[in-house]
């Protein structure tokens, strides 16, 4: 059964920096972080393929950093310069097919249980 594990979520204050993982039961071509605020629609953020190429939604392009670590089959994003709004249940999500426009699209196949990030002063 495929599992893709979370952590690193939590609270912190704006201005501040979390580093979320997630490592995943076995290795795919395509890893990404989407997320979910109150109230809000599900966005995707961030997608990394399996050599390393990354991309990025204007709304975190600059202030956070997805990369992997494939010996560990773990994925990473690096969050700097956190605002309120950057508040959301985070999840991780995995695929073997890396889609055209992959940050416009949802369906991913396997999807983690979500980590809460909190940004407030």
């Known amino acids: 059964q495929v599992q893709l594990v979370e952590s690193g979520g939590g609270s912190v204050q704006p201005g501040g920096s979390l580093r979320l993982s997630c490592t995943a039961s076995?290795?795919?071509?395509?890893m990404g972080w989407f997320r979910q605020g109150p109230g809000v629609q599900r966005e995707a953020i961030a997608a990394?393929?399996?050599?390393?190429?990354?991309l990025y939604a204007e709304s975190v392009k600059g202030r956070f950093t997805v990369s992997r670590d494939r010996n560990k089959n773990t994925m990473y994003l690096q969050m700097n310069d956190l605002e309120p709004w950057d508040t959301a249940v985070y999840y991780c999500?995995?695929?073997?097919?890396?889609?055209?426009?992959?940050?416009?699209?949802?369906?991913?196949?396997?999807w983690g249980q979500g980590t809460q990030v909190t940004v407030s002063s």
């Open positions: 076995q290795s795919f071509y395509f």
């Open positions: 999500v995995a695929d073997s097919i890396w889609y055209s426009s992959p940050l416009e699209h949802s369906d991913y196949k396997y």
């Open positions: 990394i393929r399996s050599d390393g190429f990354a």
